[in-house]
């Protein structure tokens, strides 16, 4: 079974930055589709971010754009999610999350969610 770490999360003041990270217990992480989700109380779960295992091409959520920032190190099998310019609205539960075989990808992904998820991490941006 895969084990996840997540870390990073917080408080922090609008305007401000954060990086959250996921560290994952699997033999490889190289043929793994890696992502981001948020959930904020009472709202839907959104894709913000994803990154293809094949090419490194990330996709981010409508919302999130030009702040939120994926990456990946295959070789410490971690992921992160640089996020910037913080604002209250970013306030949610943030998950990472991975997933290996639909030939969409992320396009796919970000849409209907993937298949193995940590247990999330809680992001509080104050105004």
């Known amino acids: 079974q895969v084990q996840f770490v997540e870390s990073g999360g917080g408080s922090v003041e609008s305007g401000g930055s954060l990086r959250l990270s996921c560290a994952v217990s699997?033999?490889?992480?190289?043929?793994?589709?890696i992502g981001w989700f948020r959930q904020a109380p009472g709202k839907e779960r959104e894709g913000v971010a994803c990154?293809?295992?094949?090419?490194?091409?990330?996709q981010y959520g409508d919302s999130v754009k030009g702040r939120f920032t994926i990456s990946r190190d295959n070789a410490k099998k971690t992921w992160y999610l640089a996020i910037s310019e913080l604002e209250p609205e970013d306030s949610a539960v943030y998950y990472c999350?991975?997933?290996?075989?639909?030939?969409?990808?992320?396009?796919?992904?970000?849409?209907?969610?993937?298949?193995?998820w940590g247990k999330g991490i809680p992001v509080t941006v104050s105004s």
């Open positions: 699997m033999g490889t992480l190289d043929d793994y589709d």
């Open positions: 990154m293809s295992s094949r090419d490194g091409y990330p």
């Open positions: 999350t991975a997933d290996r075989g639909n030939p969409q990808r992320c396009t796919f992904y970000l849409s209907f969610g993937m298949s193995l």
